[in-house]
């Protein structure tokens, strides 16, 4: 068997099981048998097609692959402002949604805020996240317990 055919058949079969798994394993042997099949056109000895094969492969699978599994990554941005919902914070500049104003201070950082029902709030009152806009707080005053 001439090994020009083995190495189409072993690219062949790295794209097939490449294009089953995406997993960006198999896809840099294809570039291997790439090699391999060249030195086979070129008449060069078996020892030589199969460390090329090896040889490319692995400066491939070690050397390409993190940076294209870094440029395929979702490219969203995550942040935790959900887990603020339910959270305390302090109101720092008076709540008023008529004018559109009012911050609030959560963990050391200031937010633009509303209040949910529309009624003024003070500054230095204790409120807490309903929800979140945006990037503007919607808040409910927390009820100061009678003594």
Do not use: C
Request: hydrophobic share 55%.
């Amino acid at each position: 068997m001439r090994m020009e055919f083995l190495w189409l058949a072993l690219i062949v079969v790295f794209a097939v099981i490449e294009g089953a798994t995406t997993a960006l394993t198999t896809v840099w042997f294809i570039g291997g048998a790439l090699a391999a099949l060249a030195a086979a056109l070129l008449h060069a000895e078996l020892w030589l097609q199969i460390t090329l094969f090896f040889a490319v492969s692995v400066v491939l699978l070690t050397a390409l692959r993190p940076l294209v599994k870094k440029y395929l990554r979702p490219r969203t941005v995550r942040t935790n402002a959900a887990g603020n919902i339910g959270r305390e914070a302090i109101v720092t500049e008076a709540i008023d949604n008529l004018h559109e104003t009012g911050a609030v201070r959560l963990s050391g950082v200031e937010w633009s805020a509303r209040s949910a029902d529309g009624s003024p709030v003070a500054a230095g009152t204790v409120v807490r996240i309903d929800a979140i806009e945006g990037v503007k707080l919607i808040v409910t005053p927390v009820p100061v317990p009678h003594k």
